[in-house]
């Protein structure tokens, strides 16, 4: 089942912050977040493996809450260079004893001058 | 180390006939899966091929079929086109198969439209 993202869409001025949100109804063993850019291929931001830990990078950081199966990516003063479709991946066990990676229908951030 | 490359890149077929899609992944990746992208969907996954098992599954009828070679590559089928089969097809690499920390790498996409 997709995991939920929200917004679907925000726009941003440079220097403001967002967050993007990602639920699933599912126990999840990890949480991904990947950025895909118009015309390009989705690229790997980070993961949050299950323990509610945070992870950073430059200025986009995220959290992971497994008790509600919600993670949060956030964006502190934003560039143009953030501008965007965020997606997250969660991971679930699958029926065949291994891991399946589904993506949310993606966050779309515009960063403005 | 060349990124995973996908052929071809642009597709243009007419409802009814079939395409075949390729993939190389990363070299030393042993795991490939592919997705299809859509407005308004984002990512659905398809099928992971794993040392030329298929592993995973989703929820796409059984048009859409894989396959994986002894070198890791893997090929995409869609028989009977439909309309709806018009997307971006993308294919991504990781090393390893089935572990919840995998990253996955992605091809720049085969833009498939069906007339």
């Known amino acids: 089942q997709q995991p939920v993202q929200s917004p679907q869409a925000v726009i941003l001025r440079e220097g403001e912050d967002a967050v993007i949100n990602c639920s699933s109804s599912?126990?999840?063993?990890?949480v991904h977040w990947y950025r895909q850019k118009h015309g390009e291929a989705p690229v790997f931001l980070m993961i949050?493996?299950?323990?509610?830990e945070q992870k950073g990078h430059d200025k986009i950081s995220a959290s992971f809450n497994e008790k509600k199966q919600q993670s949060s990516l956030y964006l502190t003063a934003s560039q143009l260079s953030y501008s965007g479709t965020y997606f997250c991946g969660t991971v679930a066990i699958s029926g065949v004893g291994s891991y399946q990676l589904t993506f949310g229908k993606g966050t779309k951030l515009s960063v403005i001058p | 180390k060349a990124g995973v490359t996908q052929t071809p890149r642009y597709l243009i077929k007419t409802r009814g006939q079939q395409v075949t899609l390729s993939c190389s992944p990363i070299?030393?990746?042993?795991?490939v899966s592919w997705y299809q992208q859509t407005p308004g969907q984002g990512l659905q996954f398809l099928f992971e091929y794993f040392s030329e098992t298929q592993r995973n599954k989703g929820n796409f009828p059984g048009r859409f079929s894989g396959r994986q070679f002894s070198n890791s590559r893997s090929e995409m089928n869609v028989s009977t086109l439909e309309l709806g089969d018009s997307a971006l097809y993308l294919c991504?690499?990781?090393?390893?198969?089935?572990?919840?920390?995998?990253?996955?790498?992605f091809g720049p996409g085969t833009r498939l439209t069906v007339l």
């Open positions: 949050l493996l299950k323990g509610g």
């Open positions: 070299s030393g990746h042993r795991s």
């Open positions: 991504a690499s990781s090393p390893a198969a089935g572990t919840s920390t995998d990253t996955q790498y």
């Open positions: 599912k126990a999840l063993y990890s």
